[in-house]
T-cell receptor, first 116, second 113 residues
Framework: EPEVTQTPSHQVTQMGQEVILRCVPISNHLYFYWYRQILGQKVEFLVSFYNNEISEKSEIFDDQFSVERPDGSNFTLKIRSTKLEDSAMYFC??????????????FGPGTRLTVL | DAKTTQPPSMDCAEGRAANLPCNHSTISGNEYVYWYRQIHSQGPQYIIHGLKNNETNEMASLIITEDRKSSTLILPHATLRDTAVYYCIVRVGSSSNTGKLIFGQGTTLQVKP
């Protein structure tokens, strides 16, 4: 069964450093998402991406964040200058085909980001 | 998207049915009910979804009341591996919608031997 994959599984970085989290969505999917979950808190939407542009972003997704689909398979989340409060699990998700109103969103296993 | 209300926690004996309730009294006609679960800190896992009819798949059954203001997720024979946080999410079923999912706190289901 196709699945969303994410790398790395755990990333440790120093405050102020840039990090790039990588995701490979399910191959025929068109909509891509990033969510995050701070330890002990609920899963929060960050950004959605469709047709090579951001379709929606949350208040959390400020100028420090960016997303890119550099090729036909990868979907990345970049944090330019990490802060302690960016420490969280980051989940990538993707969903289906255009025009399918009930398509399901599938999540990857997550990347645990630890900012020291 | 409509807001949902779930009990914070529930227990269930292994082998028994687990019935997880969800209230979504402000649901609109074009909004679907989705259920996901999260085991430890893994990625949320899709379970089932429905609009107004009851649905069943290999994982669970979804019962939606006739007025659509509440629903129940049923795990027919709970196992220890079903211990997880279960999320009830209401989402607009439109292709023009971004499709983001708004997670609440969910229900922590503890399956006990």
């Amino acid at each position: 069964e196709p699945e969303v994959t994410q790398t790395p599984s755990h990333q440790v970085t120093q405050m102020g450093q840039e990090v790039i989290l990588r995701c490979v969505p399910i191959s025929n999917h068109l909509y891509f998402y990033w969510y995050r979950q701070i330890l002990g808190q609920k899963v929060e939407f960050l950004v959605s991406f469709y047709n090579n542009e951001i379709s929606e972003k949350s208040e959390i997704f400020d100028d420090q964040f960016s997303v890119e689909r550099p090729d036909g398979s990868n979907f990345t989340l970049k944090i330019r200058s990490t802060k302690l409060e960016d420490s969280a699990m980051y989940f990538c998700a993707s969903r289906g085909r255009a025009g399918l109103v009930t398509d399901t969103q599938y999540f990857g296993p997550g990347t645990r980001l630890t900012v020291l | 998207d409509a807001k949902t209300t779930q009990p914070p926690s529930m227990d269930c004996a292994e082998g028994r049915a687990a019935n997880l309730p969800c209230n979504h009294s402000t649901i609109s006609g074009n909004e679907y009910v989705y259920w996901y679960r999260q085991i430890h800190s893994q990625g949320p896992q899709y379970i089932i979804h429905g609009l107004k009819n009851n649905e069943t798949n290999e994982m669970a059954s979804l019962i939606i009341t006739e007025d659509r203001k509440s629903s129940t997720l049923i795990l027919p024979h709970a196992t220890l591996r079903d211990t997880a946080v279960y999320y009830c999410i209401v989402r607009v079923g439109s292709s023009s919608n971004t499709g983001k999912l708004i997670f609440g706190q969910g229900t922590t289901l503890q399956v006990k031997p």
